[in-house]
């Protein structure tokens, strides 16, 4: 039923590599804001609601993903209708498979919150038709399901999820050539990021009519469904790619301007050091800044920034008692960038 589209999606993969792409890097690393709407291509459909989707620090953190702890989370929240947002991807995708990678939280879910969805993709046809939905379904105050639904109905796992606990979500829309038979998936992981994506999914779902391509992220606060409401959820760390590897492992972008490195780096001194040295990092403009110390192994050992940051330099002094001699790493993040200074404690 795609045949017709086949030309068109070869001539944009040659112009800007659509395939295996990032299409979407999302870590709210800005200021807290009341509403995201018109915020970093964020656009609102349909009625303007009181309950807004609203930034909140600080953000969710998830070992081994790489948008944990990097900005703020977006918060779900509201006492009954709320607004729903869109953001585009930079092209649309009518071949292949959309990939939807992100961290979430579900902190309340008292009994008005039934079942329902927060986040979901949006085709390439113009109008909303929201689907590959992750949805929750309430057991109890504390305990919930998660299933997708391409376009109806929805399909769950018996798998038992829990408030208050941080999972990375992966939402999948597979195109095949058949007439109805693109297939919506969601995998939930409690812990460890798979290098590769896995065999088995935790619910998928092929009912409904295909769409002729994805080009869009949804979020959504009890819009247009009556399930969700007085639910809290936060969201973070949200990826789209065209691969596992472009959405649940995309990497932060390395810094390969050479005017930006003027203006963006890290540095200590002395270095090697005994037990004191001083941190000094410059950032070309606002932003939101973590800085981290990593053992060899990766590990962090030391979270030294974590805020909102002015433009220019900046110094810190940092004491290592309590750390093994070693090489250590550094690492400054901002505005969805980072670079690195090699530290060798001797003792």
Known sequence: MKNSYLTLFFTISLAISAFSQNLLTEDFVYDPVDSLEETRNWHRSGVNFLNNVTVVAPGLEYVDYVGSGRGNSCRITNDGDGDILLRNFPTAVISGSVYLSFMFRIDSMPATVTQGYFICLNP????????????????????????????????????????????????????????????????????????????????????????????????????????????????????????????????ISSVENEKLRATFYIRNAPNPFAQNTTIEYQIPNRGFVNLKMMDASGKPCAELVNEMKEGGKHTLDYNATGLPAGVYTCKLLWNGLAVSDQMILVK
């Open 124 to 251: 390439n046809t113009g109008g909303t038709y929201l689907n590959t939905a992750l949805y929750i379904k309430r057991l109890s105050s504390t305990e919930f399901n998660v299933g997708v639904r391409k376009t109806s109905p929805v399909n769950y796992s018996n798998k038992v999820f829990e408030t208050g606990k941080t999972y990375l979500g992966v939402l999948k829309y597979a195109i095949h050539n058949g007439v109805n038979d693109d297939s919506s998936s969601v995998f939930v992981f409690e812990n460890g990021v798979p290098t590769t994506e896995p065999s088995q999914v935790l619910a998928a779902s092929t009912d409904g009519d295909d769409f002729t391509g994805q080009a869009t992220v949804v979020l959504t606060n009890n819009y247009a469904q009556t399930g969700m409401k007085g639910v809290d959820v936060q969201v973070d760390g949200i990826r789209a790619g065209t691969s596992w590897e472009t959405s649940v492992l995309a990497m």
